[in-house]
């Protein structure tokens, strides 16, 4: 197994620019990205459109309306809202996955493969089948991030059990476990209410149909303050790179950090399969792909993962909703059947 390139600790000045410049690309990239996500559709709806009643709604008062109230109704309560959390979503898997891969050195490493979604998508099935929004709208994240830490327990418990320390026995371990509370989740769905199998449905397969405004606060509030934590870490991932001994050397609780990244991890991942499902190769795709862009210095790695995510999954969205249209297809049918063409890639590349 080979693990990420190891990064120099000084960053010059060139590629601080090169830097600058993918980011404002970017940016811009992910703003057409959204405009065209909310454009495109059963109905059509012209970037002029979508541009006057995002203005419009922001209060911008030089914005005179020529669209009627269904186009407006698409644009701001539907199509904007999802697309808003499929930039969320993929913005969230990738940097987490990206962690995982620094502190397991396991290119392989993905909260899909490591189980942690299925956990995620367990505890989902739980509250919408068995105990019900005991807890309002809050029920379905919190049983989901529980389910996901349950599940990364499960993998370090199994791993220490089997002394399954490398690599590659770890995905391994993933797997099974993965596999394990899959057979949970479907005995949850066995002994549930048939009625509900469409909502199950959903989180086995992922989608981001049910995106409203109400919902985006709960990703949002997680995600800001735990990617700008791994961000503030970007050192210590950068060490733990290397290896466990060299971190130590360096003064890095290695256990423990490794420990929080599984937990902050279990808490993102949690939180967006609550809301959009199982989504698969996010997390392992985009951190292969921006280390072949801008190495691996993880300063540079995690934002520009979640850029990447953001806008990967903006656009498996958008093939989703018009590859069977009008039928909507899952997303998660997309982003697996890219990842799995890039894991064979990686398997002919080499490089796990």
């Given at each position: 197994m080979s693990a990420?390139?190891?990064?120099?600790?000084?960053?010059p000045h060139p590629r601080q620019r090169m830097f600058v410049l993918w980011g404002v690309g970017g940016v811009i990239a992910l703003l057409f990205s959204i405009s065209f996500a909310i454009s495109i559709g059963a109905v059509s709806v012209p970037l002029s459109t979508v541009w006057g009643v995002v203005l419009e709604r922001f209060?911008?008062?030089?914005?005179?309306?020529?669209?009627?109230k269904g186009h407006a109704a698409i644009v701001w309560d539907i199509?904007?809202?999802?697309?808003?959390l499929a930039g969320l979503v993929g913005a969230g898997l990738a940097v987490v996955g990206a962690a995982l891969q620094a502190v397991t050195r396991n290119p392989l490493a993905d909260p899909h493969l490591l189980g942690i979604s299925s956990g995620a998508a367990f505890g989902a099935i739980l509250a919408l089948l068995h105990t019900g929004l005991f807890l309002g709208l809050l029920t379905v994240p919190l049983l989901a991030f529980?389910?996901?830490?349950?599940?990364?327990?499960?993998?370090l418990g199994v791993v220490q059990f089997t002394s399954a320390a490398g690599a590659d026995r770890l995905v391994l371990v993933g797997v099974a476990v993965s596999f394990i509370v899959m057979a949970g989740a479907n005995i949850l769905i066995f002994l549930g209410d048939p009625r509900a199998a469409h909502t199950v449905i959903f989180w086995m397969l992922g989608g981001l149909g049910l995106a409203q405004w109400g919902h985006l606060m709960y990703p949002i509030a997680i995600l800001v303050p735990c990617l700008f934590w791994m961000w503030h870490r970007s050192s210590d991932l950068n060490a733990?790179?290397?290896?466990d001994e060299t971190a130590t050397t360096l003064g890095i609780p290695v256990k423990r950090f490794r420990l929080q990244i599984f937990v902050v991890?279990?808490?993102?991942?949690?939180?967006?399969?609550?809301?959009?499902?199982?989504?698969?190769?996010?997390g392992l795709m985009i951190p292969h792909i921006v280390r072949l862009v801008f190495g691996g210095d993880y300063r540079g790695i995690l934002p520009f993962s979640a850029l990447f995510g953001a806008l990967f999954l903006i656009w498996a969205d958008i093939a989703a909703r018009t590859v069977m249209a009008p039928e909507d297809m899952p997303i998660g049918i997309v982003t697996g059947l890219i990842?799995?063409?890039?894991?064979?890639?990686?398997?002919?590349?080499?490089?796990t």
């Open positions: 990420p390139n190891v990064p120099t600790t000084d960053t209060q911008i008062g030089w914005i005179e309306p020529t669209w009627s199509r904007f809202p999802r697309a808003l529980l389910g996901a830490l349950g599940a990364t327990v499960m993998v733990m790179t290397v290896g991890g279990a808490l993102i991942t949690g939180t967006l399969v609550a809301f959009s499902g199982i989504i698969g190769f996010v990842g799995g063409i890039f894991f064979i890639w990686l398997l002919r590349q080499g490089r």
